[in-house]
């Protein structure tokens, strides 16, 4: 019974760990759209948008975190910011550079 239980318990493990695997592939590959669009000059590169969106208000107080990979190829930067104790996440246009969203 100890070894059936060791047995599931370590598939369980190897499993769960396979697919944050998984999800660092689709990121990479969401990073490198925007980055292959960016050198194209269909989107604005990343660090001038996170500049220029750091220097409007409320964001020129915050501390920027990094940013997301694109979802479902929609060509939107998901930027996180950090204002104080909380994360603040920004949507921005990456064809244009207008922010379309906030959390919270």
Do not use: W
Request: with cysteine; charged share 20%.
């Amino acid at each position: 019974m100890i070894r059936m239980f060791t047995l599931v318990a370590c598939s369980a493990l190897l499993l769960g760990a396979a697919a944050p695997a998984g999800a660092r592939g689709d990121r990479n590959r969401d990073q490198n759209h925007l980055r292959e669009a960016a050198a194209q000059g269909q989107v604005v590169p990343l660090n001038r948008l996170v500049a220029d969106v750091r220097s409007r208000p409320p964001y020129n107080g915050m501390t920027y975190l990094g940013m997301l990979p694109d979802a479902n190829n929609r060509m939107i930067y998901t930027l996180k910011f950090m204002d104080g104790s909380r994360v603040v996440v920004v949507y921005v246009d990456a064809r244009t550079g207008r922010i379309v969203g906030r959390r919270p």
